[in-house]
């Protein structure tokens, strides 16, 4: 850690709870960030932009019918996305947490 | 309406009592050795777990002014005022999901309380940081007195207030805000926090019952057919129709815009990032970007009742005598329920809106204190001294948003607030990008800001609508679209735009970049991870330690 960086500044690198921090528990959090495989953030980034794309695109729901229950398409459509979309994320934070568990202490 | 409603004003009361006890009590609840630094009293510890963390950003982003708000645009003039909420508050938590664990890591690892304080880290500019602190500040405070206006609404729907009285009419009000404030003052993030979980409660329970009783006495088929009628209904004031019911293309921009920009500004909020930063650990911001949806299918059903009181007949009166769209929830409360179950629905809107009051003034108090008083005025401030000059500040917060809605006018409060949505976004490169990239250059970041919130402003300045003069619609023109869009995207855009040109700029021009505290390792630390502690916490022998 470059002893230089923060010098002037009001924080210094000096820890307290843990004086030194040792370079293989520096290099534990930096492992974390790496050990996302492609194929896996790919898949994350789909389901994390699902919903958004899905709802941005106004045009594809604005729509009177088919009726459901009495709510028109417009909304019980967009009101059928609260649960894709709490299942995405959901899925997402699966994969995230799966794929970095083997490192993770 | 005549006269009060005592069995209904009874149960606010007693409910009112109950959640002051418990704001009270939050003091001892998860017991700190001490409560005087802002990392518990302004944060909680830093150590809510997954279940709690629901409780509370559910009691802290779906607000009072929300629950009454949607279903009074929903009311009035129809879906693209009202029903962009649904939209917006689903797509705001895959947003959430990418961003939030790194700033919960970088601010956990430096012991950062506020959004600000990572800014100015980051970016090595007190200016930066400060420009955030303001701009939270500035936006979170018309959001508190909205509260107070969801509070004023439940008020007059009982028939209190009425008295012509100034002191007689808003002393319930005054006396509301003041216990909030002596809890707040006590037991800090603590209180909002368990509070919240009555607030939810209640929520929860008045919603199911509502749908029910629509369901059942109405039908939603009936609501939407008569919500389609009214909204297809040529105003005579303007010779446009009365509303949207479903958006025409034209409107396509608006709608999606208005949702887009609100859900990138919400975790702009500083009350928002308060309620993240008192989570226990980067999962549990994870987990509750998953199971947050449910408040929207809540704020979904809630928005609906706009349209059932179109098919009920409701008709929002004030005590002036004058139609108040934002009285539509709770008329249509009292119109339809036993007065004791009116009463509880009240409560959970006066409840739901001193939650996120607390949280918010919890919040801007820190803006203050980190971002403005220990970055200009007292460099070496101590722990304890923070967390003293945060809770006088939480107070003062609190009396601004009173004298703002005692003294101005309502529409004001609702302008203000309109603008707040506006200014906020504009704090986003610096904050989000800044968690990604150092690329942008501070003063470039600085400057568009400065260019995305003047923009803004006029933009939104210069909307007339039939009601106002000034600031009658978030919705502007979007240059080059040709179509109307959200004024605080378009500013967004331009403040993007800006801050990247001017970086190639100052590049060329080879301007100091400022000091990075953090590393990259900071945005991956998690739960139990060693922190990194600020000079002044430093004891005599722990700064014989030397960094490696």
Same mark, same amino acid.
């Given at each position: ?105 | ?127 930066? =940081? ?129 949702? @887009? ?39 979904? @059903? ?132 800044? @968690? ?11 400057? =568009? ?78 739960? =139990? ?20």
């Amino acid at each position: 850690m470059p002893a230089a960086r923060g010098v002037g500044s009001l924080h210094t690198e000096v820890e307290v709870a843990e004086p030194d921090r040792t370079d293989q528990e520096r290099d534990l959090s930096l492992d974390r960030s790496r050990q996302l495989p492609p194929g896996v953030i790919v898949a994350v980034g789909l389901l994390i932009l699902a919903p958004i794309v899905a709802l941005m695109l106004v045009g594809t729901y604005a729509n009177e019918g088919p009726r459901l229950w009495g709510f028109p398409f417009f909304y019980w459509y967009q009101l059928m996305w609260v649960f894709i979309a709490s299942g995405c994320t959901y899925l997402a934070y699966r994969l995230v947490h799966n794929a970095r568990r083997g490192g993770d202490r | 309406m005549t006269g009060v409603n005592w069995v209904a004003l009874t149960i606010v009361i007693i409910l009112f009592v109950f959640v002051t006890a418990v704001g009270f009590a939050a003091a001892r609840w998860r017991r700190a050795q001490s409560m005087a630094s802002l990392d518990e009293w302004g944060l909680g510890g830093r150590g809510f777990g997954t279940f709690i963390t629901w409780f509370l950003l559910g009691g802290d982003l779906y607000t009072a002014y929300t629950f009454i708000a949607v279903p009074a645009a929903m009311f009035a003039t129809g879906a693209v005022s009202g029903f962009f909420a649904v939209p917006y508050t689903i797509i705001v938590y895959p947003i959430i999901f990418v961003f939030l664990p790194r700033l919960w890591s970088v601010s956990h690892r430096h012991g950062y309380v506020t959004p600000a304080d990572f800014v100015e880290g980051r970016h090595g500019s007190r200016g930066l =940081g400060l420009a955030v602190a303001v701009t939270g500040i500035l936006a979170t405070m018309p959001y508190i007195a909205l509260q107070l206006v969801g509070i004023q609404a439940v008020l007059e729907v009982m028939g209190v207030g009425g008295s012509n009285n100034v002191i007689a009419r808003d002393l319930p009000l005054f006396i509301a805000f003041a216990v909030l404030a002596a809890y707040t003052y006590s037991s800090g993030l603590r209180a909002p926090a368990l509070i919240a979980f009555v607030k939810d409660f209640l929520i929860y329970l008045v919603i199911i019952v509502a749908v029910v009783y629509i369901a059942v006495k109405i039908g939603f088929g009936a609501s939407f057919d008569a919500a389609q009628k009214k909204m297809a209904t040529i105003n005579p004031a303007t010779g446009k129709p009365t509303g949207v019911f479903i958006p025409p293309p034209a409107q396509y921009w608006a709608y999606a815009s208005l949702a @887009l920009g609100s859900a990138l500004a919400l975790f702009m909020y500083p009350h928002s990032i308060t309620a993240v930063l008192s989570s226990r650990s980067r999962n549990v911001i994870r987990r509750n970007a998953a199971i947050l949806p449910a408040y929207s299918l809540v704020l979904g @059903l809630l928005a609906l009742i706009g349209f059932a009181a179109i098919a009920a007949g409701t008709k929002p009166i004030g005590l002036d005598g004058k139609p108040n769209a934002q009285l539509v929830v709770p008329q249509f409360f009292e119109d339809s329920f036993p007065s004791w179950f009116a009463g509880v629905a009240f409560a959970a809107v006066a409840i739901g809106a001193l939650v996120p009051a607390a949280i918010m003034s919890i919040a801007a108090a820190n803006l203050f204190t980190r971002n403005i008083y220990r970055a200009y005025f007292e460099r070496e401030v101590s722990r304890e001294k923070e967390a003293q000059v945060s809770k006088i500040v939480s107070l003062i917060v609190k009396l601004g948003a009173l004298i703002f809605v005692l003294s101005l006018d309502r529409q004001n409060a609702i302008n203000f607030q309109l603008l707040g949505g506006i200014w906020i976004l504009q704090t986003f490169p610096a904050l989000v990008l800044g @968690l990604y990239t150092r690329w942008f250059h501070r003063w470039a970041l600085l400057i =568009g800001w400065a260019v995305g919130m003047v923009f803004g402003t006029v933009a939104a300045y210069q909307q007339s609508s039939l009601a106002t003069k000034h600031f009658g619609s978030s919705l502007d023109e979007v240059p080059f679209v040709g179509k109307l869009g959200y004024i605080a995207l378009t500013a967004f855009v331009i403040n993007l735009i800006v801050a990247v040109v001017l970086t190639f700029v100052f590049r060329a021009m080879k301007s100091p970049e400022g000091v990075d505290q953090t590393e990259p390792s900071d945005y991956f630390a998690d739960e =139990g991870d060693p922190r990194i502690q600020p000079i002044d916490e430093l004891t005599a022998d722990s700064s014989k330690a030397t960094s490696t």
